[in-house]
Nanobody, 119 residues
Framework: VQLVESGGGMVQPGGSLRLSCAAS????????MSWVRQAPGKGPEWVSGIDTGGGRTYAADSVRGRFTISRDNAKNTLYLQMNSLKPEDTALYYCARGTLRGVGTKAYWGQGTQVTVSS
């Protein structure tokens, strides 16, 4: 099982980023997927989840209306479009296999991509 996140970086408040997660080593289309984030000194926080077919999505209150999760099962890739970014969105962002509305099991997270929102 391999999950490789990309697309992080540094952005000013109000800016946008699109994260990607390339999956391999398992049948991607058979698993619910989520994005999870962890800020320095804090515990992991579930951000958003999507079901196997992409028809149902869920988002934490803190990001609802600003972040959009999606997936392309033909490309084995999960996405997170992040708009109107705030400094409090600064964190290491992970994609997580097999969870729709929770952080899941850390053994099934990727290595993470850093998002820093700062002026």
């Amino acid at each position: 099982v391999q999950l490789v996140e990309s697309g992080g970086g540094m952005v000013q408040p109000g800016g946008s980023l699109r994260l990607s997660c390339a999956a391999s080593g398992f049948t991607f289309s058979a698993y619910d997927m989520s994005w999870v984030r962890q800020a320095p000194g804090k515990g992991p926080e579930w951000v958003s989840g999507i079901d196997t077919g992409g028809g149902r999505t869920y988002a934490a209150d803190s990001v609802r209306g600003r972040f959009t999760i999606s997936r392309d099962n033909a490309k084995n890739t999960l996405y997170l479009q992040m708009n109107s970014l705030k400094p409090e969105d600064t964190a290491l962002y992970y994609c997580a296999r097999g969870t729709l509305r929770g952080v899941g099991t850390k053994a099934y997270w990727g290595q993470g991509t850093q998002v820093t929102v700062s002026s």
